[in-house]
């Protein structure tokens, strides 16, 4: 335990000392808007209504004053430090090497803000590192730049009689990315997370898709209370119009989507003084050739329904924000079914929430849950008793020694993993020594 503390605090200091001389610039929506960061964001990268209403809006909005293109050009570092609990009982996704080990996760250049009147992007390329300070082991690097997340907006205001309607276009990569809540997969808690450790199973539309494909969607808010949207992805294969916005080819998956998915959303919004509530839902259909290198003419089918509901209170340097989501998954395995899976019919549903303080947008700490259970299937999950039923808790701390740079502390400890708390993959592994300790630092400049 004293070694653990001693790494820890070495750790702390070391990123604390980083990040403190490194985000001395301003970000791009900062320097178009004129606003401070904290106008936009409770903690990074939780919205306020304002910055939910930049998004809106096609990261349009200014201050009026005149800037040059680079001024639309910002960056992030990530560093991380994982500790897990056991990395020598039959680990499953965990690098022992890899453990208890400085790493930059990933720096990334964005173009965030206005490009013409009523048209802006947010366009991220990210250089996915994972590279171990101090490490001679060359497997630890990953060296791959990517697109990530890339949002292009167009929108327009209307007003009809007496009622307020924002009409917008989004083409982006990555289903839920353009959505202006924290609660869809792309932007909800926990926020950053270690690549080193044991992981549940999770939904398609829970990160699924991200990179993979490309869509094309419109949106609409009407009188500031009902959100909407609908949209359709298509797989990027190489040499397709839109090959840029997919991941690198480095990574290998054969996993595709075939046809076009459909994504929906709807949402109510309503602020009551200092109080904010959102309730909606959001579905993803979606047809998956589980090898395009080998294609039979039979596709999975995914079809996920989540409900999802947000609640925050601000009153002067106090802020309050709840957060919870479920998805529920229905699948049709026509092309796996018999080789990799048990079943034609499955179903499996994640339900996750979250409860945080702020004070001052400095100091933070949340409480997170999440369960994922679902029709157990040998083939597919793998597990002892052919369950994919996990649940467990996030604890986080947050510190902002200024807005551009978040220290955050967290401990994600396991009550069931895999269908089982104990012996879950029939080696002796239990749940618990998937618990994990992940230190971090967001950098943005």
Not at 164 to 191: A, E
Not at 386 to 403: A, T
């Amino acid at each position: 335990m004293n070694k653990l503390l001693h790494k820890t605090v070495c750790t702390v200091i070391f990123l604390l000392t980083f990040g403190m001389t490194s985000a001395y610039a301003i970000p791009s929506f900062a320097r178009q808007t004129g606003l401070d960061c904290a106008q936009c964001h409770t903690v990074f990268p939780e919205l306020t209504p304002t910055g939910r209403y930049f998004k809106l809006h096609g990261y349009t909005m200014t201050n009026d004053q005149k800037t040059s293109p680079l001024d639309n050009l910002s960056g992030m570092v990530q560093l991380s430090y994982t500790q897990n609990a056991n990395t020598t009982t039959n680990p499953d996704q965990i690098d022992p090497a890899k453990d208890k080990k400085l790493s930059l996760d990933q720096a990334s250049l964005f173009y965030g803000g206005k490009i013409i009147d009523d048209l802006g992007a947010f366009i991220q390329v990210t250089y996915d590192g994972t590279n171990l300070i101090g490490s001679q082991s060359t497997n630890d690097v990953a060296h791959h730049i990517v697109a990530d997340n890339v949002d292009i907006r167009y929108v327009k205001d209307f007003t009809l009689g007496e009622n307020d309607l924002l009409v917008g276009l989004t083409l982006n990569n990555n289903p839920s990315m353009q959505d202006i809540y924290n609660t869809t997969p792309t932007w909800t808690f926990p926020y950053s997370s270690s690549a080193n450790v044991n992981s549940p199973v999770s939904t398609l539309i829970d990160g699924g898709l991200g990179q993979k494909v490309a869509g094309l969607g419109v949106y609409a808010m009407l009188n500031d209370f009902l959100y909407a949207e609908v949209a359709g992805y298509q797989s990027n294969r190489s040499g397709g119009p839109l090959h840029i916005l997919r991941y690198n080819p480095l990574y290998s998956d054969t996993n595709e989507v075939h046809g076009t998915a459909l994504y929906t959303r709807v949402a109510l919004q309503k602020t009551i003084g200092e109080h904010f509530f959102m309730v909606g839902g959001y579905t993803l259909n979606s047809k998956m050739d589980p090898d395009v290198t080998a294609p039979t003419g039979l596709y999975d089918r995914y079809d996920d329904k989540a409900i999802d509901a947000q609640y925050s209170y601000t009153n002067g340097s106090n802020m309050v924000t709840v957060m919870a989501t479920r998805i529920r998954e229905k699948t049709t395995l026509n092309n796996s079914f018999g080789s990799l899976s048990d079943n034609l019919n499955n179903t499996l549903t994640t339900t996750r929430g979250k409860i945080s303080y702020y004070y001052d947008q400095k100091y933070g700490a949340t409480v997170g849950a999440f369960t994922t259970d679902g029709t157990a299937d040998a083939t597919l999950y793998g597990s002892s008793n052919g369950l994919p039923d996990s649940s467990g808790k996030i604890f986080e701390l947050d510190y902002l020694p200024i807005q551009k740079v978040k220290i955050s502390l967290q401990y994600t400890m396991y009550d069931k993993f895999n269908g089982a708390k104990d012996n879950y993959d029939g080696a002796g592994r239990n749940a618990k020594d998937n618990n994990n300790v992940f230190l971090t630092a967001w950098i943005m400049f």
